[in-house]
């Protein structure tokens, strides 16, 4: 019985309870919440629905409670029921109620936990879309390994998700990355607008083998050819970094197209139409204050050209016409206003401003040693995704950027990323799996199988803790979906790594010495091929590797 089904339960035995004594079912909320509680003494789970709707069904808590109580006692798979403090209800699960978890995740495999609560919603999740005038910072790695994620989860939920990479190849970066490259080729300083670093050369060089006569060439034609193989280039090169780390995208979409395609124009224009832009000192402006933003926003300026936002704007009206119901956006640090101009954007198109949905991630800084790392071998002052790759590796690096809030800063201790020790979150979860590996390596030689388990033979503590945790997977994926919380996934599983390593170190699974192999030994070993499931089941959606060895 998973939490899920337990919570199924208690809303039926409460429905029928309010009814057998003609009180007011609907004072019952859809769906009651059943949470672990924190002291084991307490029980296997623990709800207040009591107190929630006792007072609307004009009864005393602790009564409703013990009405509650008796009529749970004696449903299948519930050992006990109490009453505790003011209306507290705290349940026990039968041994055999608690087994049929393990059955279930044996059942499912790697669907065990999937859900169809966003079935039939097609959604845009747009992140990373760093610039192609550099190799990916820190943020837009934060966002790859969490964007990543996130598209994976979603789609547990049953949603249809599309990973896009808003490719922007439109704009003043261009044309300053395209000057840096010339400079280099012609052994100058980068401008004192454009960029520097070990990269630039490397690209004006690979520029000048395609095209030795580049610098031969007039001025505009010059820098034609060294923006268009430049840019190729360094687009080539984020693409095979993402691909190293596990990332890869459904769709590369152009910003360019936008306004070679009259997309830009285009929309413009409907929404000078539908009054969401006003003119006012020979601009036009977006009443983006409306929805949250701090100002409204140039679109067109006074110059007649489309500011950085008219692009957005026709953005947003592609991704709704190729069909898409949600339309996720991942953005850095200082782009809040984009949340009120995106929703603007969405109401002045006749859609519902909720259609559109922006992430806001903070910073991550590098840590050695305790003193800060701030300077790259290859692009100068910018840490990227290529220097935190070397220095911990893919899994390190993804697990470090996935488990925290995307709210929060993090610091990221490149020591402790890169130690084989219990102290390094992802060892702890990967040597978790290798062990459950292990175990199973060895079961295999004994010739021993999970096999026709007599699961409620899992009766102690430990195992009781195990299996509850793993019960507890299929709500962390839901919750993460709802909120666009992949951290959710990786804490908790740290919390079944912990719960393992306390079973494995209280109980013995497989038979030593002359000991003959008995029920519990098998009973056990489903224990341990469950929760070596939802350990690898985790790791991938995080994009982190389940080893079998360590």
Same mark, same amino acid.
């Given at each position: 019985? #998973? ?9 039926? /035995? ?16 859809? #769906? ?18 009591? +107190? ?13 409670? @013990? ?35 393990? *059955? ?25 879309? =760093?610039?192609? /005038? %550099?190799?990916?910072?820190? !943020? ?6 969490? !964007? ?29 990355? /395209? ?12 401008? $004192? ?22 610098? =031969? ?42 306004? $070679? ?13 539908? @009054? ?12 983006? /204050? ?41 953005? @850095? ?12 954007? =969405? ?11 922006? +992430?806001?991630?903070? +910073?991550?800084?590098?840590?050695? @040693? ?8 290859? *692009? ?26 995307? &709210? ?12 084989? #020790? ?17 175990? !199973? ?7 021993? %199988?999970? $096999? ?10 430990? $195992? ?49 010495? &002359? ?34 060895? +360590?």
């Amino acid at each position: 019985m #998973t939490p899920a089904d337990l919570a199924e339960l208690l809303h039926g /035995t409460a429905a029928r309870v309010l009814a057998e004594r003609d009180l007011d079912v609907s004072v019952l909320p859809e #769906t009651l919440t059943v949470e672990r509680p924190r002291n084991p003494e307490h029980g296997d789970y623990a709800t207040n629905v009591a +107190m929630q709707v006792a007072k609307k069904a004009g009864v005393n808590p602790r009564e409703l409670a @013990g009405w509650l109580a008796e009529a749970l006692t004696a449903a299948d798979g519930i050992e006990s029921a109490e009453v505790a403090g003011p209306g507290f209800l705290n349940i026990r699960l039968a041994a055999d109620a608690q087994g049929a978890i393990v *059955a279930q995740v044996l059942t499912q495999a790697a669907a065990y936990g999937n859900a169809d609560t966003l079935a039939g919603t097609r959604i845009n999740l747009e992140f990373v879309s =760093a610039n192609p /005038t %550099g190799p990916i910072h820190l !943020g837009g790695t934060r966002w790859a390994a969490v !964007g990543d994620a996130l598209g994976r989860i979603l789609t547990t939920q049953g949603g249809d998700v599309t990973r896009e990479y808003y490719f922007n190849d439109h704009g003043a970066q261009i044309d300053r990355f /395209t000057r840096s490259l010339i400079a280099a080729a012609q052994g100058q300083p980068a401008p $004192e607008d454009g960029y520097a670093g070990a990269y630039i050369v490397d690209i004006a060089q690979a520029v000048l083998q395609q095209r030795p006569d580049a610098l =031969a060439l007039p001025e505009a034609e010059r820098h034609e050819v060294f923006r268009s193989i430049g840019v190729d280039l360094m687009f080539a090169h984020i693409k095979r970094t993402l691909h190293e780390f596990g990332v890869d995208f459904d769709v590369y979409f152009h910003e360019n197209s936008l306004f $070679e395609s009259g997309a830009v124009e285009k929309a413009v224009e409907t929404l000078k139409t539908s @009054g969401s832009l006003y003119h006012q000192d020979g601009a036009w402006w977006l009443k983006s /204050t409306d929805f949250g933003d701090d100002k409204d926003r140039v679109v067109i300026k006074s110059d007649g050209n489309a500011a950085y936002i008219a692009g957005d704007i026709a953005y947003f009206q592609d991704k709704r016409s190729r069909g898409f119901d949600l339309c996720i956006y991942m953005l @850095g640090a200082d782009h809040h206003g984009y949340i009120g101009r995106l929703k603007a954007a =969405a109401a002045a198109f006749g859609d519902d401003p909720d259609t559109v949905e922006v +992430m806001i991630g903070q +910073m991550v800084n590098l840590v050695r @040693g305790g003193v800060a790392v701030k300077m790259s071998k290859r *692009a100068g002052t910018v840490i990227t995704l290529d220097d935190l790759v070397e220095a911990i590796g893919v899994d390190a690096a993804r697990y470090a950027l996935v488990r925290s809030s995307v &709210d929060q800063s993090i610091d990221i201790d490149l020591e402790l990323w890169a130690s084989t #020790t219990n102290e390094n979150p992802v060892y702890y979860v990967q040597y978790a799996h290798a062990r459950l590996s292990s175990i !199973g390596r060895g079961a295999a030689e004994l010739g021993l %199988g999970a $096999e026709g388990a007599d699961l409620s033979l899992l009766d102690h503590e430990r $195992e009781g803790e195990l299996i509850r945790t793993i019960g507890e997977y299929p709500r962390i994926l839901a919750k993460a979906a709802e909120l666009r919380e992949p951290h959710r996934v990786a804490r908790y599983l740290e919390e079944l790594a912990g719960a393992y390593h306390r079973f494995y170190d209280s109980c013995r699974i497989l038979p030593q010495g &002359d000991e003959e192999p008995g029920p519990l030994h098998t009973a056990r070993l489903a224990l341990c091929a469950a929760t070596r499931q939802v350990l690898a089941n985790g790791l991938g959606l995080l994009g982190v590797s389940a080893p079998e060895r +360590m």
